[in-house]
């Protein structure tokens, strides 16, 4: 079963930064937090992932709490095609399954 | 990381019939999943493949109605078995994405409507 806990939806104006909350408060010490998107009529599509540090790749930023209990993800400049739905997961290494939860909407506006 | 061919992309079949899902990987990977996700849901597990052994299935879902192949380790298909209207939704199987610890990859998915 899922174990994150997301708003169902969000809006961002275009252009500023979109921060996706997502609680997560028993994870395990050995869980990572993964952050997938999906947009319209497609696959999720991964994002960035971490276990205790705060993470940056091109697409976004990851920050983790210090009892990692909580995470948020951040786009610095949301466009448009950022608008999809954003999924936090909590998992083993590889070789786990993944549980979905509901996610978040986000909405993109001009 | 790995890329994922799913055949067919979408379908529209007769209630009472079964359709077979194909899930091909263009490298090796020890487990493939198949998910499915109704109308305006989040993905939801159905199975976990590993090859040469039987799949095991999440709770609320059978072999009876979603058997799973796995006959190699690049290629798995679900079979959506006996179809009724309640099946339409969308199946995508997904992998290890590769080393370095990125989660999974996910197919495009087959968009299944059942009539």
């Known amino acids: ?110 | 990381s790995a890329v994922i061919s799913q055949k067919p992309s979408r379908d529209i079949c007769q209630r009472g019939t079964s359709l077979t899902i194909q899930c091909q990987v263009d490298s090796q990977v020890t487990m493939m999943f198949w998910y499915r996700q109704q109308p305006g849901q989040s993905l939801t597990l159905i199975a976990t493949a590993n090859q040469g052994s039987e799949a095991t299935y999440e709770s609320g879902f059978v072999i009876d109605k979603f058997p799973i192949s796995r006959p190699n380790l690049t290629f798995s298909t679900l079979t959506v078995s006996n179809m009724s209207p309640e099946d339409s939704s969308i199946y995508l199987c997904s992998v290890t994405a590769g080393t370095g610890n990125y989660g999974y990859t996910f197919g495009s998915g087959t968009r299944l409507t059942v009539v």
Request: hydrophobic share 30%; with cysteine.
């Open chain 1, 1 to 110: 079963d899922a174990k994150t806990t997301q708003p169902t939806s969000m809006d961002c104006a275009e252009g500023r930064a979109a921060n996706l909350p997502c609680n997560h408060s028993t994870i395990s010490g050995n869980e990572y937090v993964y952050w997938y998107r999906q947009i319209h009529s497609q696959g999720p599509q991964y994002i960035i992932h971490g276990l205790k540090n705060n993470e940056t790749n091109e697409m976004a930023s990851l920050i983790i709490t210090e009892d990692r209990k909580s995470s948020t993800l951040i786009l610095p400049h949301a466009t448009l095609r950022d608008t999809a739905v954003y999924y936090c997961i909590v998992s083993e290494n590889t070789g786990n399954q993944f549980y979905f939860g509901t996610g978040t909407s986000l909405t993109v506006i001009p």
